[in-house]
């Protein structure tokens, strides 16, 4: 999900700039809700990540859009492969040394080596490449209103106002914080602030939800597993989420919902929360950084306290909770063209992703 998120500034910034441009984005279709109705796209490609046969048909099928220009913002061997695939005479990657499998920039005709840190920077810098001008960074996303009308009634069927989603899931467990401490925070946020406990499970994460829930008191959160729509309406209405470097969490900073990060092997400089406005604990050093994966909880989130987080708590809600009024700033409208050229505005181009399992 994360990678999906990350790559959505590319998206808006290709069609900030070519207004009229076809723009497809290829993608697992396990994620494919998160770009559904999405206003800046023209087409969603949705794509089985093990069947050989459909990433070979879908090859074909992309080959005869006959576009003009594909961006690979995941650096895999598939991805780059398919985007060779299409036929496209200008594929924008990232350099042999940054790419995350390094030989599959050798598909690419523009190789990027990004000089800013933040992966979503980094993903710009793949845009500007091809041909996109700067502008606010945005992440265009669109909830449902079936979602949404999920989401209004369970509120009020739980009679719930003011909550704090917790999610305490992360892909890896050494990227998790331990469950039973967000149990012990769910007690502090209701006694400290009366809020209500909502606890997100993704898939397999029903263990952790429960041991958090276990250990919650009498805080008595809730424990939710939405499909995605869902889950974005969810945390579209909360006043705040906490977790770690994970899906939710990115989503939740795009949706500009408050967000408190925990970090310990991933270096927030680079997957941290987009914008500066929230609060990231993390004891580990820069230097301790790590992508390795591991099934047991790291020394560096076990280092974090729950003082620490309810301190991070205390200062993220004293900040104003969002840039906007709104509360559904994922929901956009259609870009519409401004009177003159636009520069490449009649050009075809696609915007590709393919996301992990996280």
């Known amino acids: 999900m994360g990678d999906v998120i990350s790559a959505l500034p590319v998206l808006a910034a290709l069609r900030d700039t070519f207004l009229r441009a076809q723009i497809d984005w290829v993608i697992d279709r396990r994620w494919q809700p998160l770009l559904m109705g999405n206003p800046d796209l023209n087409e969603v490609i949705p794509l089985r990540s093990r069947s050989i046969r459909e990433f070979f048909q879908c090859g074909s099928r992309l ?9 690979d913002a995941q650096g895999l061997y598939k991805s780059a492969l398919l985007a060779k695939l299409t036929g496209a005479p200008n594929r924008v990657g990232f350099s042999f040394s940054f790419a995350r499998e390094h030989a599959s920039s050798m598909f690419y005709t523009q190789r990027v080596k990004p000089v800013t840190q933040h992966i979503i920077d980094q993903n710009l810098e793949l845009a500007f490449e091809a041909g996109a001008t700067r502008h606010a960074t945005r992440f265009p996303l669109y909830i449902p209103s079936d979602a949404q009308s999920n989401v209004d009634q369970f509120l009020r069927s739980t009679r719930i106002e ?25 007690e502090r946020l209701r006694k400290t602030y009366g809020y209500r406990i909502i606890i997100n499970s993704g898939p397999g994460e029903a263990e952790l939800a429960e041991a958090a829930m276990a250990n919650a008191g009498l805080s008595l959160p809730i424990i939710v597993q939405y499909e995605l729509p869902e889950l974005m309406a969810l945390l579209s209405r909360t006043d705040l989420v906490v977790a770690g470097d994970s899906g939710p969490l990115h989503l939740a900073v ?32 820069e230097e301790d950084t790590t ?7 790291s020394d560096a989130m076990l280092s974090i306290s729950v003082d620490q987080v309810m301190a991070a708590v205390k200062v993220r809600l004293a900040r104003p909770m969002r840039n906007s009024p709104s509360r559904s700033p994922a929901a956009k409208s259609e870009p519409q063209s401004e009177p003159g050229e636009t520069p490449g505005q009649d050009e075809k181009a696609q915007e ?7």
């Open 63 to 71: 080959r005869l859009q006959k576009y003009k220009c594909v961006v």
């Open 162 to 186: 003011k909550f704090v989603v917790l999610s305490p899931g992360g892909g890896w467990i050494s990227k998790c914080w331990p469950p039973e401490r967000y149990g012990q925070l769910s």
């Open 254 to 285: 795009a949706l500009e919902t408050p967000v408190v990060g925990l970090y310990g092997p991933t270096s927030p400089a680079r997957n941290g929360p987009y914008g500066g406005r929230d609060i990231v604990v993390r004891n580990a050093k």
């Open 291 to 297: 992508h390795k994966r591991e099934d047991s909880f």
């Open 352 to 358: 590709k992703n393919w996301s992990p399992a996280e």
